[in-house]
């Protein structure tokens, strides 16, 4: 069993795309958990599709025609999303975009996840307003679908962004600050098998996978784009530039015990 726990919904593609691709074909389960709804300071048509772009990347990567279900779950009286498709689950929570600068956005009371970790503000709404949490209960909520589906199951592994400034510098606040909820949570489990991935900082290295692997990276964002096109009427790297293309051609992983195989 394979947990993905990144804080928007295109992070987990573009960073540790082809080790999530591996364990969608492979995995007996595969569990995706979105911290943020990722939605810029945006309404419900820009995060909706960020959320239906991330299923989309499932969905490629599966190449069937697995239905999609989507059900509204109870964790401690807050709402969450949960979608399947095949022997995935995506939980999505929505909770609102930090901004780069981590002041968040005006539409959302300038919520943010780092301000909430560092006691800025006591609580954080999801942008839907189903759900609000202090940190203990965001970390609780987190705690409770990991245990949902580990159980007893001791063969998982947690792919997270790589919250150490040092070795990951210039990072978004959510990713940092997701990360180490997500790594809060698992410390209740007993279970250590953590892979931790550069995301921004990546580009400062040189490409390090094969042109296969990067045309099945791009696959992947491409199929998470569309929704956005189709749903959005936004093209991510028309938007935001090329640097998504440097991003998509590199894959850096550590380990508690293995170190980044830098290369230049």
């Known amino acids: 069993m394979a947990f993905y726990i990144t ?3 295109d992070d987990w593609q573009i960073f540790m795309g082809d080790h999530a691709h591996k364990d969608i074909l492979e995995a007996d389960e595969v569990i995706f958990i979105y911290i943020t709804a990722g939605e810029a300071g945006k309404d419900e048509t820009f995060w909706n599709a960020r959320e239906q772009g991330a299923l989309n990347s499932i969905a490629w990567t599966l190449n069937d025609s ?4 989507s059900f509204d779950l109870n964790f401690n009286n807050n709402q969450v999303v949960q979608t399947i498709i095949a022997h995935t689950k995506s939980y999505f929570l929505r909770l ?15 919520q943010s996840l ?13 942008v839907n307003k189903t759900a609000s949490y202090t940190w203990d209960q965001l970390v609780t909520t987190v705690q409770d679908i990991i245990h ?3 159980k007893d199951n001791w063969d998982i592994s947690f792919h997270l962004q790589d919250h150490d400034t040092g070795l990951n510098p210039g990072n978004h606040p959510d990713h940092i600050t997701a990360s180490l909820l997500a790594q809060e949570a698992i410390a209740t489990t007993g279970l250590d098998d953590i892979t931790f991935f550069l995301d921004y900082s990546n580009s400062r290295y040189g490409v390090n996978i094969s042109a296969e692997v990067i045309a099945l990276k791009t696959g992947l964002f491409n199929a998470y784009d569309a929704k956005m096109q189709e749903l959005a009427y936004y093209n991510t790297i028309e938007r935001e530039g090329d640097i998504y293309h440097t991003w998509l051609a590199r894959t850096y992983f550590r380990t508690a015990t293995e170190p980044y195989n830098i290369v230049w």
Request: charged content about 15%; hydrophobic content about 25%.
């Open 96 to 110: 609102p975009d930090g901004n780069g600068s981590g002041d968040g956005f005006s539409a959302y009371n300038n």
């Open 7 to 9: 804080a928007h919904e």
């Open 66 to 69: 697995s239905p999609i279900e």
């Open 114 to 126: 780092s301000k909430l970790k560092s006691g800025n503000i006591s609580t954080i709404q999801n």
């Open 148 to 150: 949902m589906h580990a």
